[in-house]
């Protein structure tokens, strides 16, 4: 379990550490500005927690922990399973029953599944790769990803059920799949998602609830549903646009108007617009990059990876944080439509900030064992060098 003794200290990524501390530094702050004291310091206890998570978790041997994958994934799907049909899953009257309660604790169990979803298609991919061009095995991929991803799109949870699709396509491409399977995955998907998308805007369609149905119509057609579906994403981009190049902090504004008061929900999928009413256009700029480096620092990790299954569980990890942060802030500035996703390690909520330092601690992990051999990644035809 614990074999210390192969680890250099030198190989621990301290960089990914520290940039992932500094934008929980940046959301405890944004916090404290919006919420007050008593949110911003269940969240710095948060963050300790998740230090606590991310340095042991790096020690304990990623094959180890993958030992135990059957076990990881039957318990998340009964989890998913308990929310949405048990007394245990609750909705915070949102109609989306996404948590479980567990006496005075509350779990959002789609957040920890996202990681039980990498490391099972880290392992299945490295038992199958050489045999992952066979359709059988392409489809048999594919349903262990169905399953729990359907359990969380019934919860209603679209934009988490999204993510997991996301990691799998990343991660089946990454370990070889050919561009014969997914030219024809892509052949029959495009023309089936725009028949779908023609489907759902449609009324009386009944694949999404109302409220999805109305977030995308307001996406389509802003001015239409101003006062309604599209008011939260308005609010957010005045705020956005309110902090200016320096932020309202940095200007020395003391006043308690802020723009981002009128916005939903700003403590979790929305702290995007706090943090550019306060920090301005340089402060987004510097969470972007800091963003980008830490997605940037798990691919470096993948490519000097020991073997298959640390490079999965690298990419999986990036791809993760690559798509919720981007599709947080896209929905922040109006550039997507509204989707409840939180943004990596900054929004409010305990579930989803210990699962990406889980996440995290995985990736550091699969640094210390890394190889002593150049960065590349075979992905069937082709070779991807670093």
Not at 156 to 167: G, K, P, Y
Not at 203 to 232: C, H, N, V
Not at 254 to 276: C, M
Not at 354 to 371: D, E, P, T, Y
């Amino acid at each position: 379990m614990f074999k210390n003794k192969k680890y250099d200290l030198k190989d621990f990524s301290f960089s990914l550490l520290i940039a992932v501390l500094v934008l929980c530094s940046i959301s405890i702050f944004c916090l404290f500005k919006s919420e007050g004291f008593g949110m911003a310091r269940r969240q710095l206890i948060g963050v300790a927690l998740g230090v606590v998570v991310a340095l042991i978790g790096a020690m304990i041997d990623y094959h180890f922990i993958c030992k135990f994958v059957i076990l990881y994934y039957i318990i998340g799907v009964i989890m998913l399973v308990m929310v949405k049909f048990t007394r245990f899953g609750f909705d915070h009257k949102t109609g989306a029953f996404r948590w479980l309660s567990i006496g005075s604790t509350e779990i959002q169990p789609s957040e920890l599944v996202k990681i039980i979803l990498i490391v099972v298609l880290a392992v299945l991919f490295t038992k199958v790769q050489n045999k992952l061009n066979k359709w059988s095995i392409f489809l048999l991929s594919g349903i262990i990803m169905f399953l729990p991803t359907s359990l969380i799109l019934i919860q209603t949870d679209l934009s988490s059920s999204m993510v997991c699709i996301f990691i799998f396509a990343v991660m089946i491409f990454m370990a070889g799949l050919s561009l014969k399977i997914i030219g024809i995955t892509v052949a029959v998907s495009v023309p089936v998602g725009v028949a779908l998308f023609w489907y759902v805007i449609q009324p009386g369609q009944k694949l999404l609830t109302m409220k999805q149905q109305e977030r995308i119509l307001s996406f389509l057609d802003p001015e239409k549903y101003a006062l309604t579906g599209q008011y939260q994403q308005i609010n957010s981009v005045n705020a956005i646009a309110a902090g200016k190049v320096l932020g309202k902090t940095l200007l020395g504004d003391t006043s308690d108007f802020r723009l981002y008061n009128k916005v939903y929900v700003n403590e979790s999928d929305f702290i995007f617009s706090v943090i550019a009413e306060e920090l301005g256009f340089i402060g987004c700029f510097f969470v972007i990059a800091l963003f980008a480096f830490v997605v940037f620092k798990c691919i470096m990790i993948a490519g000097k990876a020991n073997d298959i299954t640390g490079k999965m569980i690298a990419i999986g990890v990036s791809a993760m944080l690559m798509f919720q942060s981007f599709v947080n802030i896209g929905v922040n500035t109006a550039l997507l439509p509204n989707t409840g996703l939180p943004l990596p390690f900054m929004s409010y909520g305990l579930s989803s900030l210990l699962s990406n330092f889980l996440g995290i601690a995985l990736v550091l992990n699969v640094g210390l064992q890394k190889s002593k051999h150049g960065l590349t990644f075979n992905t069937g035809e082709n070779e991807i060098l670093f």
